[in-house]
């Protein structure tokens, strides 16, 4: 299993027959050049292509022109992205709010919460592995900059929907989570609550624009919990997962 840094909070996970991508925004190279085109696109197997939530930075419209290519695409969306009545007629679209599952022979998805719009996904693949993307759940705080009513109140609001996964999940192979530095001095307060309630194996940063340094400084932090964190340090940049988790 590898999984494939794109860009922001974007990534291509591979597995055997199967390749799954998450809130692409831009390939890996730029706008509409890179790995997901050169090669992902015709890789053989299934393709799966995730949206959390339709920002900008999540969401690319340009998704929906790949089943031209791939007819056999699996589109897994939040709710809240905006779809045309063409958009809805591709049997293999399948949208998905807080609570929602998907299952097929491959995999069995389950929608959680987050702490701004959209889901985040727990997807559980072929090879037995459990895999989280967090689209934009985090512990959105700021408190660098809000009083501190504001920013406990949404600390509490990302510990239930965190509680809320947790109760259903308590371990997990592979997470994708944002460690965004703009938070500030506590930028990596959400990600350490996450490892400290979900045993996590295999930790990746995300969401962090050109911030490597900085999101790399969470693995000291995550290794207090025995979770080992992977930093992608360019895009396109392949890590292979089969190095670092036990699959059946």
């Not at 700021?142 to 929907?161: I, Q, V």
């Not at 609550?193 to 911030?211: G, W, Y």
Request: net charge negative.
């Amino acid at each position: 299993m590898k999984l494939i840094y794109l860009y922001h909070s974007g990534f291509a996970l591979l597995g055997e027959g199967y390749t799954l991508i998450f809130d692409y925004f831009e390939d890996s190279v730029s706008a509409d050049k890179g790995i997901v085109h050169e090669q992902l696109l015709s890789r053989e197997g299934r393709l799966y292509v995730f949206s959390s939530h339709a920002h900008a930075d999540h969401f690319n419209r340009q998704i929906l022109s790949w089943k031209a290519l791939r007819p056999d695409i699996v589109y897994l969306l939040s709710t809240d992205i905006p779809l045309s009545d063409k958009d809805k007629e591709n049997g293999n679209l399948h949208t998905l709010a807080k609570g929602d599952t998907y299952r097929d022979e491959y995999l069995t998805v389950r929608a959680f919460g987050s702490t701004d719009i959209g889901i985040s996904f727990l997807v559980q693949t072929p090879e037995g592995a459990t895999v989280f993307h967090a689209g934009d759940l985090n512990n959105w705080h700021w408190m660098d900059e809000s009083p501190e009513e504001e920013w406990k109140r949404d600390e509490a609001f990302f510990l239930r929907e965190l509680e809320d996964i947790a109760v259903c999940k308590e371990k997990m192979d592979i997470v994708l989570f944002p460690v965004d530095p703009r938070l500030g001095k506590e930028y990596m307060r959400g990600p350490l609550q996450f490892v400290k309630r979900i045993k996590t194996t295999i930790f990746v940063p995300m969401h962090f624009d050109e911030a490597f340094e900085k999101a790399s400084a969470f693995a000291l932090l995550a290794a207090s919990e025995g979770t080992q964190v992977l930093t992608p340090v360019r895009r396109g940049e392949t890590l292979n997962l089969d190095h670092y988790i036990n699959l059946k």
